[in-house]
């Protein structure tokens, strides 16, 4: 069975202020069946990490470099983010994919970056609104998943988030069925790949305007073992009803 996971992205939101959020959250979900993961920008990840140590909550970065050091300013290694105490690394996430034209290797790279380095990567995946009305949605999600994971990936090292790119940040929800096709064939992919142990074990998260108002009938479907929550993790009182949903 995989693991249920309710994990929140911050984007570029948040300063030392937003901190209190977390507190919030710690308190309210000091213990919980799923995984609650908060992933703050870079520069508040040590402090959201401390702030959490004993509580359900863990910590996850936003992106990470494919090396351990070098020339790349502005850039964070795996290993650096692990050593704030974080445990998670979201990977290529559709805004990265499109604004720093990351390929399906790169996001492979950086997930074994993060393996290497002890953290969990949560690996995007989705189709954009063309490749959906063009019908070539699970050509492009079975290509992704091919190129992005990488090889002996398992429930430890991979979650695996399906993200439609038009259901991003507007509001638009893919209808039950269309999620469940998609996480399905995911979760097809995945053991023929890895075996159906690991395969089942590997958790499916769904990304793509959750709220608190659709996250229960969206947690129903098959294969769906939480989500990826952009706009509604920014506050505590929004994201609270999602993680129950989940439990
Ligand atoms: C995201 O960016 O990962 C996301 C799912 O955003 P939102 O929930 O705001 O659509």
């Known amino acids: 069975m995989a693991k249920?996971?309710?994990?929140?992205?911050?984007?570029?939101?948040?300063?030392?202020?937003s901190l209190s959020e977390l507190e919030t959250l710690t308190k309210s979900h000091?213990?919980?069946?799923?995984?609650?993961?908060?992933?703050?920008?870079?520069?508040?990840?040590?402090?959201?990490?401390?702030?959490?140590?004993?509580?359900?909550?863990?910590i996850g970065a936003q992106d990470c470099h494919t090396d351990q050091s070098g020339a790349f300013t502005g850039d964070v290694a795996a290993h650096m983010i692990a050593d704030t105490g974080a445990s998670y690394v979201i990977v290529g996430h559709s805004e990265r994919r499109e604004a720093y034209a990351e390929r399906n290797r790169d996001v492979r790279n950086k997930a074994e970056a993060a393996r290497d380095a002890g953290l969990t990567a949560i690996v995007c995946l989705g189709e954009s609104l063309e490749d959906r009305?063009?019908?070539?949605?699970?050509?492009?999600?079975?290509?992704?998943?091919?190129g992005s994971v990488p090889n002996g990936a398992t429930a430890d090292t991979v979650v695996i988030a399906y993200e439609p790119i038009w259901a991003i940040g507007t509001g638009k929800v893919p209808t039950l069925d269309q999620i469940i096709q998609v996480h399905d064939f995911i979760r097809g992919e995945l053991c023929a790949r890895f075996g159906t142990e690991t395969g089942n074990q590997i958790s499916l998260l769904y990304g793509g305007s959750v709220k608190a108002s659709n996250a229960a009938e969206i947690f129903k479907a098959k294969n769906v073992d939480g989500a990826l929550v952009g706009g509604a993790s920014l506050q505590a009182s929004d994201f609270s009803p999602i993680i129950d949903a989940l439990n």
Not at 42 to 56: E, I, V
Not at 133 to 146: H, V
């Open 30 to 58: 000091s213990t919980c069946d799923c995984a609650i993961v908060i992933c703050p920008p870079a520069p508040l990840l040590f402090r959201a990490a401390n702030l959490t140590q004993d509580s359900a909550i863990n």
């Open 133 to 146: 009305e063009a019908d070539n949605t699970l050509d492009i999600i079975g290509g992704q998943l091919a």
């Open 4 to 17: 249920k996971i309710a994990a929140g992205n911050w984007k570029m939101n948040g300063t030392s202020a």
